[in-house]
């Protein structure tokens, strides 16, 4: 049975560099025999249904055809419909309630042992705070990403080690359970 997916890509179209252009990217997925294909924004959102794969094969694939044609590499997340659903259903905060920007999602390619962030005091950080959710992290930023001390802390080597992680607004957290959840 095919399943709806979202390719999450790290680091790309950022300060003019990792150029990928979305109608590329779109042929680029198409061309692994992925269907329905569509990007969101600028920022490396691809969907897709794809037949057979699961999401550590289907990124893997992904991240290695972008490094062919591109010439380099980027880290990719692959989710499919109910875990994104999920990810919308289980925010710890009241995000009908929060601006867009104050509310974003950072994504793990594995689960990440609430130890990593023993070195980080929350109580330093307030208002901003953070929940560790499946695979996920949700932040509360009141006066944005861009802004936030917390943001660079839970982004930083020692929570991320061994893991890829990128992280969407909330916006883009609820366009893509929306799009997946669309058939082509």
């Known amino acids: 049975m095919a399943t709806r997916y ?9 300060g003019g ?6 109608a590329e990217l779109r042929t680029l997925v198409e061309g692994l025999g992925h269907d ?4 969101h924004l600028q920022s490396g959102q691809a969907v897709f249904t794809a037949a057979h794969g699961d999401e550590e094969s289907l990124a893997a694939g992904l991240s290695e055809a972008i490094g062919r044609h591109f010439g380099f590499a980027v880290d990719v997340i692959v989710r499919d419909h109910a875990y994104l659903k999920g ?6 905060y009241p995000a009908d309630e929060l601006e867009p920007r104050q509310l974003h999602v950072m994504y793990f390619s594995a689960p990440v042992a609430p130890e990593r ?15 560790l959710g499946d695979r996920a992290l949700y932040l509360y930023a009141p006066n ?10 839970l982004a930083g080597p020692r929570v991320t080690k061994g ?3 990128t992280s969407r607004n909330w916006n883009t957290v609820l366009k893509l359970a929306e799009l997946t ?3 082509p």
Do not use: H, W
Request: with cysteine; net charge positive.
């Open 181 to 183: 959840g669309d058939r």
């Open 144 to 153: 944005g990403l861009g802004r936030s001390a917390l943001a660079g802390q």
């Open 17 to 22: 560099s990792r150029k990928v252009p979305m």
């Open 87 to 92: 990810i919308v259903e289980a925010c710890p």
């Open 6 to 14: 979202a390719a999450l890509l790290r680091g790309i179209n950022v």
């Open 163 to 165: 893991t890829v992680a």
């Open 117 to 131: 962030f023993a070195g980080i005091d929350p109580r330093a950080y307030l208002p901003e705070e953070f929940r």
């Open 36 to 39: 329905g294909v569509r990007t």
